[in-house]
């Protein structure tokens, strides 16, 4: 698996949809995560350690699993099918560990509350992940820029990214296309990086 870091959180102000960037350690491949406003904010109130009244919904779950004996490991963005990613959240509990299918964006919320590492299948990452060419700094979804290995990864997964596969992935191929991912803050500040769209701030 691959372990992933979460870079940032973007919004678009053409249409207000939310996307999670998350980076490959040690890279410069991308994986762009379409999440919902309250999944946004969830995330985001962690990482900006916002002091809140009551717990959010993923506070509850969070509290409900260390208040069951459960802990949570890791998460896992497991696959992408149909223009929708799938996750799961490794809890260990009484000596075993369970797997709990999830959304993404839960999963990635209740990360940030458990402080544990994101990762990835490489099938994923090949399939998905977007790359920044270096000297014209556009970006690049599915097998573009991949590497020997990396394309002998994907026909091992099932082949390189067709053409009817590229076009699923058109839902959100555009817009990362807009986003300046180069002049990405290293700290994961939610800063204005492009015109059309605005950090996620005031959450």
Not at 9 to 18: E, M, P
Not at 40 to 53: C, F, K
Not at 67 to 70: H, V
């Given at each position: ?35 919902g ?29 260390k208040?069951?004996?459960?802990t ?50 490489p099938e ?38 067709g ?26 500040d939610y ?13």
């Open positions: 698996m691959m372990e992933l870091i979460i870079d940032s959180i973007r919004v678009s102000l053409l249409n207000h949809q939310r996307v999670v960037i998350l980076k490959q350690k040690d890279t410069d491949r991308y994986l762009p995560i379409w999440i406003p309250p999944e946004a904010d969830a995330i985001a109130v962690r990482l900006q350690e916002v002091s809140v009244p009551r717990p959010l919904t993923h506070d509850l779950l969070y509290n409900a699993i208040d069951l004996g459960g949570i490991d890791h998460i896992v963005v497991s696959r992408m099918e149909n223009d929708t990613y799938y996750a799961t959240i490794a809890v260990q509990q009484g000596g075993k560990m369970v797997e709990i299918d999830a959304r993404p964006s839960d999963a990635l919320a209740l990360s940030v509350r458990a402080g544990v590492q994101i990762y990835a299948n994923v990452m090949d399939r998905c992940a977007v790359r920044l060419d270096e000297e014209s700094g556009e970006a690049y979804v599915g097998e573009e820029n991949m590497s020997a290995a990396q394309e002998a990864g994907a026909q091992r997964a099932g082949g390189p990214v053409e009817s596969e590229r076009e699923k992935l058109s839902a959100f191929a555009d817009f990362i296309e807009s986003l300046d991912l180069g002049d990405m803050d290293p700290d994961g800063r204005r990086k492009s015109e059309g769209d605005e950090p996620l701030a005031g959450v």
